[in-house]
């Protein structure tokens, strides 16, 4: 139904990284039932993935996917990575942009298999149908991620149609939350895809390719093109995130009383103005750039100028990206005082490839732990954290990453690992494994982190939800069927894949239009039962893989401090997760 | 470099006349590379068996009958402008047609009519 004719998406690309060795599929079954993206992903994960594997052993299989939309229509820009999380122990999902998409769809694949686990440390470049697997040994334990990405640019051919994807000393470690990289500004952040790299010996992966991708109706293909990019271009939908950007939540967020602070001590931060988008953009903003086939620009990239130490008049400029969920990690959830000392920290966790977002929650919940005595000196090593001390926390990430002890091996697998061993379950802010992301907007966001298939807050974007209806009370019943919808709707759009920021422009029934390009008849219903199979598909993944919905609590911090809703109610949170649980999980048979 | 492929309702970039890449990796920025329309283009010259025939105003044509696919337009072109099919094995020659233009939301790329600013050259005859 989804597979536009002589399409080479259908191509699924197998690479077993123990048999250096590598094979092309026809998975026309898959793309024409699932689409792609998200869809196929899970599949081919659950086709894959034995049973209860190691997320950091050889069983584990990364898969990349993308959908017919990528290459084709604009803002579709997003590859969908899934695997098995190390960090939660369950379903792996993260997206980046850059140029991966296009790279992938225009060597001609919809997906990649990335299979086995490699002897010595390699990166492997996909050239078109050519794969090669490169020697990485010299690479393998180097301080900085820029220096890799430098070096591996140098190395390959291609510039201009290939995306260069690369781990840091992070992912090396396993750091659970440590990430992968793309075009050295974009991220498959989440969920510990780096360690999963690292575990493999794979420090970097390659795609080039500069095909073409078939259109049957060229003339409806230019008309729904020109609709889609003027929508983007220039209606409000999207400007947003091309002025200020995300940042702009930064005070937004903490007018209402919905930016977490100290460790969500607070939810109002006293240097908001400092960290915040309109005070970036004015002092720091240094470029706007774009993904590959995206209008918009979103990326904004600060610039931050360090003198030597030991020179007057030397400095050095990096440029380092940002965005909210960076901010609130490393900023207000830290207490943060100054930008230099914010994007130092942030400069310092993209050298080593770390996750910002759970990063800063892991060292929020140190700074706290370590006030409550639960931890001290003998476990950080001489380090005292302290709320807005940004060089104590950027020393505490440089031991984080050398792992010298006990305690720093704990906070490597994130801190609710760490606070079953050390105490302080109660203010570890993770959900279902997951350090939270930047929202304490009311019941529905942190209902949205523990039910979300990947615990993320794009996955039904429930803070959105809780935004929307402040000065009302919504029941557990419709926020449970709000969230729910809006899951499942998402999954269409992860599967075409387009990025969640074009949510806006790209409507059901534009969609059914864009699909006629291909020659494809869809209707709008169609796409609302894919969201729906995919929802069910992946939770079907996570309960195979031992998920437990019962297994997970709310922390308890999130009742201690208001919300634009008030104080949440834990009996409400408690009621919605079983409704979630009487809808979803009941339904799901166990798989024999 | 999308845009370009459209033009003719194709997608990816294997038709695209048009080439955007980093200077050095992302963290330096980006150029465009496209056709000038040199008034005295060096690709004409080192054609071997005139395929690429002079336009008026400046820039080539591609007559692809004569087009034995030798690439030395390519080597000839020191900014890089003319691309290579590679599915056709034959350069792919900006027409000036402004189509890109029109799908540039920053201003990047422009489309100035000659003729009307009174810059007008005709490339001298070989």
């Not at chain 1, 510990?192 to 690292?198: D, E, M, R």
């Not at chain 1, 002092?283 to 774009?290: C, D, I, P, T, V």
Request: proline share 5%; glycine share 10%.
């Amino acid at each position: 139904m989804w597979l536009p004719r002589h399409d080479p998406i259908k191509n699924v690309l197998y690479i077993d990284l123990t048999l250096k060795k590598f094979w092309v599929e026809d998975r026309s079954d898959l793309f024409e039932e699932y689409m792609g993206g998200t869809g196929v992903a899970i599949k081919l994960l659950e086709e894959e993935i034995p049973r209860n594997a190691d997320p950091l052993g050889p069983d584990n299989v990364i898969v990349f996917a993308i959908g017919p939309f990528n290459g084709v229509y604009p803002a579709a820009s997003k590859t969908v990575a899934m695997f098995k999380s190390p960090h939660t122990g369950n379903l792996g999902e993260s997206h980046a942009g850059g140029r991966s998409s296009i790279a992938l769809r225009l060597a001609g694949y919809g997906a990649i298999v990335i299979k086995g686990t490699s002897s010595l440390p390699i990166w492997v470049s996909i050239r078109g149908k050519n794969v090669v697997f490169n020697d990485a040994r010299a690479l393998w334990g180097m301080r900085s991620s820029y220096t890799v990405g430098r070096i591996i640019r140098e190395n390959e051919p291609n510039p201009g149609f290939r995306t260069i994807m690369r781990i840091g000393r992070a992912g090396e470690k396993l750091i659970t939350y440590a990430g992968v990289i793309t075009e050295t500004y974009r991220h498959f952040g989440r969920l510990g895809l780096g360690a999963v790299f690292g575990s493999k010996k794979l420090k970097a992966l390659v795609v080039s390719g500069r095909g073409s991708i078939p259109i049957s109706n060229k003339r409806e293909y230019r008309k729904i093109y020109k609709e889609l990019y003027d929508t983007m271009v220039k209606s409000p939908v999207m400007k947003k995130y091309h002025d200020i950007g995300t940042p702009v939540n930064v005070l937004r967020l903490n007018e209402i009383g919905a930016l977490p602070t100290k460790n969500l001590k607070a939810t109002k931060f006293e240097n908001a103005d400092i960290l915040s988008g309109e005070n970036l953009a004015k002092g720091y903003l240094a470029r706007r750039m774009a993904c590959s086939h995206c209008p918009v620009a979103c990326i904004h990239l600060a610039a931050l100028r360090e003198p030597y130490v030991d020179e007057p008049f030397f400095y050095k400029t990096t440029f380092v990206s940002y965005d909210y969920e960076p901010i609130f990690a490393l900023g207000s959830m830290l207490g943060a005082k100054s930008v230099d000392g914010f994007l130092r920290l942030l400069d310092m966790i993209e050298t080593y490839g770390l996750d910002a977002m759970s990063s800063g929650v892991v060292l929020a919940w140190i700074t706290e732990a370590f006030e409550r005595g639960l931890i001290g000196e003998k476990e950080l090593l001489g380090e005292k954290p302290k709320w807005g001390d940004h060089e104590i926390y950027m020393r505490i990430i440089d031991k984080l990453v050398e792992q010298p002890n006990d305690f720093y091996k704990a906070i490597g697998k994130g801190c609710a690992y760490a606070s079953r061993i050390y105490g302080g379950e109660d203010f570890a802010l993770t959900f279902g494994g997951n350090e939270m992301p930047g929202y304490h907007t009311g019941p529905a966001a942190p209902y949205s982190f523990m039910v979300g298939a990947r615990h993320s807050h794009l996955d039904s974007a429930g803070y959105s939800l809780d935004e929307k209806t402040i000065g009302k009370e919504l029941t557990e019943e419709e926020i449970v069927d709000k969230l729910l919808e809006e899951e499942r709707w998402r999954q269409v759009l992860t599967s075409l894949v387009v990025c969640l920021f074009a949510r806006g422009v790209y409507k059901p029934e534009i969609i059914v239009d864009a699909f006629k390009a291909f020659g494809l008849t869809v209707k709008v219903d169609d796409l609302y039962e894919l969201g729906k199979k995919i929802h069910m598909e992946k939770y079907k993944f996570k309960i195979r893989e031992g998920f437990d919905l019962d297994k997970y609590k709310f922390p308890k911090r999130i009742f201690e401090t208001p919300t634009p809703h008030g104080y949440l109610s834990e009996e409400k949170l408690v009621k919605m997760k079983r409704i979630f649980k009487e809808k979803i999980i009941n339904e799901i048979k166990p798989i024999s | 470099m999308f845009a370009c492929a459209r033009r003719f309702g194709e997608s990816g970039v294997a038709k695209s006349a048009i080439r955007v890449s980093s200077v050095g990796g992302v963290e330096t920025g980006y150029r465009i590379q496209v056709c000038r329309a040199c008034t005295d283009p060096p690709c004409a010259s080192v054609c071997p068996t005139g395929a690429l025939l002079r336009r008026k105003g400046g820039g080539v044509m591609l007559r692809p009958n004569l087009c034995i696919g030798c690439g030395n337009c390519v080597d000839a072109c020191p900014i890089g402008a003319v691309q290579w099919d590679i599915e056709l094995n034959k350069p792919i020659i900006c027409t000036h047609c402004g189509y890109c233009v029109d799908f540039c939301p920053h201003g990047v790329l422009e489309l100035i009519d000659l003729k009307e600013r009174g810059e007008i050259h005709v490339a001298p005859k070989a």
